[in-house]
């Protein structure tokens, strides 16, 4: 089929387009920008580099990819974007560079960002994610895989977002949500973990209970996080998701909901 580029975009020289790449009208790919193998752009899309985009991502109209940060720290350092493959990026998302000389924001492969959804400087996104409309992450998050943003919530900087972890809509999100967990609110408390999910993700009937033993340890009996801490090692056939997430909560920076 080969590359296709509308007449009326307007595509840098230095910029690198892969096979079967499709740009629509009104597009602009700037100098820096790597555009990988089937990636389709509808119609006025702006790629800023350096970024890194792989194969078959889908960018919809008026999305902004790898525009400099919003940092005002930034003083046009050499920053970095780099995509996975397979994303799909509704109407309007935003996606920053990293702030910091020679430092990546990271996206994995095969995520749904609806539309207006944000994510700021030199955050981690991990793979499978699902941002509903108007999901933001502030700069430096770290999202693990099959994470879920409800619409329209909020997660400020340098939080963690646990895999498998679902927020309601209009979540206000200021500590990191452990995985595997429900969260809900504003500011966010974690309610449940998140059974469905879980069981639609083929998690074993045993995996499903630890965790849910573990959600009443650390939410649901009162103790300190120390204190959970202590009895969830204390747990001597502990499943592998109940050690993922001791090792979460004692990673944290900020606390945890």
């Not at 892969?18 to 790919?29: F, L």
């Not at 006025?44 to 889908?58: A, D, Q, R, W």
């Not at 699902?130 to 329209?152: C, E, K, P, R, Y």
């Amino acid at each position: 089929m080969g590359t296709e580029i509308h007449p009326t975009a307007v595509v840098d020289s230095k910029a690198e387009l892969g096979a079967d790449v499709k740009i629509g009208p009104y597009c602009v790919i700037y100098a820096g920008a790597k555009i990988g193998d089937g990636c389709w752009l509808q119609n006025h899309v702006t790629v800023e580099g350096p970024s890194e985009i792989g194969p078959k991502n889908k960018f919809y109209a008026y999305t902004s990819i790898g525009q400099q940060t919003q940092d005002l720290k930034y003083e046009a350092e050499p920053t970095y974007l780099k995509i996975g493959e397979g994303n799909t990026f509704r109407e309007f998302c935003t996606v920053n560079r990293a702030t910091s000389p020679n430092d990546y924001t990271i996206i994995g492969s095969h995520g749904n960002f609806l539309a207006y959804s944000h994510i700021g400087h030199d955050c981690i996104v991990g793979d499978h994610v699902i941002f509903s409309n108007n999901g933001t992450l502030g700069g430096h998050v770290i999202m693990g895989d099959h994470a879920i943003l409800g619409g329209l919530t909020a997660v400020h900087q340098f939080c963690k977002i646990g895999a498998h972890v679902i927020t309601g809509g209009c979540s206000k999100i200021v500590k990191d949500i452990p995985p595997f967990m429900m969260a809900d609110g504003n500011p966010a408390k974690v309610r449940a973990h998140n059974a469905i999910g879980l069981q639609r993700r083929g998690f074993s009937d045993e995996a499903v209970a630890s965790i849910k033993e573990s959600f009443k340890i650390l939410y649901r009996q009162n103790n300190t996080t120390t204190q959970a801490l202590e009895k969830l090692e204390a747990i001597e056939s502990r499943t592998a998701e109940t050690q993922a997430l001791i090792d979460f909560v004692k990673s944290s920076d900020r606390g945890i909901h």
